[in-house]
């Protein structure tokens, strides 16, 4: 089963930057996609920016130009440049990999990592 391990939350002032990172590990097959989704108290958790294998992006639209997502696929590791961070970036962060066997498709997920934004 693959492990995914976050680091890289904390607390920042608006306007501050974080960088994510997620290392997978345990990796039997190729991990197709990887993202990071996010998930604020009260709220469904949602997509925040993903990256295949081919290193085609998907950004949640109050991200774009302000999240970057990069990943290296010899590394299986995932990372997210938060640049301009608001409050409203507040949430959980979770890593997302997904893993496609024989037309079945698998995801998994690490622990999350708290970002705060606050002055």
């Known amino acids: 089963q693959v492990q995914l391990v976050e680091s890289g939350g904390g607390l920042v002032q608006p306007g501050g930057s974080l960088r994510l990172s997620c290392a997978a590990s345990r990796i039997i097959f190729s991990i197709n996609a990887m993202g990071w989704y996010r998930q604020a108290p009260g709220k469904q958790r949602e997509l925040v920016a993903a990256i295949t294998t081919g290193g085609s992006t998907n950004y949640l639209d109050s991200v774009k130009g302000r999240f970057t997502i990069s990943r290296d696929n010899a590394k299986d590791t995932v990372w997210l440049q938060m640049n301009s961070l608001k409050p409203e970036d507040t949430a959980v962060y979770y890593c997302?990999?997904?893993?496609?066997?024989?037309?079945?498709?698998?995801?998994?997920w690490g622990q999350g990592t708290q970002v705060t934004v606050s002055s």
């Open positions: 997302n990999a997904v893993v496609v066997v024989l037309a079945k498709k698998y995801e998994y």
